[in-house]
T-cell receptor, first 113, second 114 residues
Framework: GESVGLHLPTLSVQEGDNSIINCAYS??????FIWYKQESGKGPQFIID?????DKRQGQRVTVLLNKTVKHLSLQIAATQPGDSAVYFC????????????FGSGTRLLVRP | EPEVTQTPSHQVTQMGQEVILRCVPI?????FYWYRQILGQKVEFLVS????????KSEIFDDQFSVERPDGSNFTLKIRSTKLEDSAMYFC????????????FGPGTRLTVT
């Protein structure tokens, strides 16, 4: 079946430290994996994506790693800032569907000043 | 920067009543979506819409739900007879292409069914 899930519901980090948010998925037939950020009272906001034929992709202060062997996805945030405090969702775009995102259950990131 | 807008921000309705949630997608986008998020749970796909018809829908999107693009700017979600379990945050999203990872989400409408 389709399942995208997260290991930790809450992650607390010190401002300036690096954050790593993890996600496990069970559907091998996905084309893209995506990270979304959701701040309180707002809709999900696209952060970064990675295609299934890649294992690493870097953006501004963020890096996504994909390990297809163990079906694991991670989001690394460098030099975490207070503005990074939010809930982070991993999501996947199944190969048999170009129209929907399947979201994981979310990890709340708290940045301590 | 263009953004998806949704109205109302909060809708309270009685069980059995019809509700219409409204969205204005980004103007040059061609694909439109509705998702919902029950409090404390993950975001769930409901339906996608392209070229004035439904492209894909989930098992949640039963006969009580319908979508419409009545004009060139609005995209609506109608729930004909609301149930208590329909209480959730409903997000509209839009994208330029059918590659759904490029979706831009609105701020959501919180629906409370009493």
């Amino acid at each position: 079946g389709e399942s995208v899930g997260l290991h930790l519901p809450t992650l607390s980090v010190q401002e300036g430290d690096n954050s790593i948010i993890n996600c496990a998925y069970s559907n091998s037939a996905s084309d893209y994996f995506i990270w979304y950020k959701q701040e309180s009272g707002k809709g999900p906001q696209f952060i970064i994506d990675i295609r299934s034929n890649m294992d690493k992709r870097q953006g501004q202060r963020v890096t996504v790693l994909l390990n297809k062997t163990v079906k694991h996805l991670s989001l690394q945030i460098a030099a975490t800032q207070p503005g990074d405090s939010a809930v982070y969702f991993c999501a996947e775009n199944p190969m048999d569907s170009s129209y929907k995102l399947i979201f994981g259950s979310g990890t709340r990131l708290l940045v301590r000043p | 920067e263009p953004e998806v807008t949704q109205t109302p921000s909060h809708q309270v309705t009685q069980m059995g009543q019809e509700v219409i949630l409204r969205c204005v997608p980004i103007s040059n986008h061609l694909y439109f979506y509705w998702y919902r998020q029950i409090l404390g749970q993950k975001v769930e796909f409901l339906v996608s819409f392209y070229n004035n018809e439904i492209s894909e829908k989930s098992e949640i999107f039963d006969d009580q739900f319908s979508v419409e693009r009545p004009d060139g700017s609005n995209f609506t979600l109608k729930i004909r007879s609301t149930k208590l379990e329909d209480s959730a945050m409903y997000f509209c999203a839009s994208s330029w292409t059918g590659n759904s990872y490029e979706q831009y989400f609105g701020p959501g409408t919180r629906l409370t069914v009493t």
